[in-house]
């Protein structure tokens, strides 16, 4: 492990866990058996569980944001694949985020990292729609198709099938009136 990776070896772990084995799988251990590291190691980095699991949060968020950033998407299809490769390769991410988000409802150590979250999404919608030519209030937009991707995103670690996100992913797109941005 190379100096200044350690840390986030350790998020990536505790996002690993999570997905895995939910939150009550997650110990300092877990983590550092998924790091293949020492378990004081964890300890070390965060001191205790709360710590590690919004800096684990902000961190899927961040990596959530960048594979699927707006600013890359020309066209329907584009959205709608970019979307769905992301799901497929970053489903880990998804299923963290959602564990946390239940655990804020309970928990309300949790409940500033989820809300930074849901504020995170909604500026980084706020960018794409900009940029892909939405006219209209973009906050409200912004919203209205983060919850729809919200939905869509929790259906889909539920089973449903992947053409009906897709045919809806598709619907969402056309529904902006997006600018084709490859003109």
Known sequence: MKYGAGRDVLIEAAVRVVAERGLRGL???AVAESAEVNNSLVAHHFGNRETLLAAALDWSV????????LLDFESEETFVDALLESLRT???????????????RRNPLYRQAVEHLYERYLDAMLVGLNHLGVQGDLAATARYVFASLD??????????????????????WRSLGARDVTT
Request: charged content about 15%; hydrophobic content about 45%.
């Open 90 to 104: 970053n489903l880990g991410l998804q299923v963290f985020q959602y564990e946390m988000i239940l655990e804020a």
């Open 62 to 69: 961040e990596q959530s944001i960048e594979a699927t950033t």
């Open 27 to 29: 110990t300092f251990r």
């Open 151 to 172: 939905g869509l995103v929790l259906q889909y670690l539920a089973g449903v099938d992947e053409s009906t996100i897709r045919s809806a992913i598709a619907s969402l």
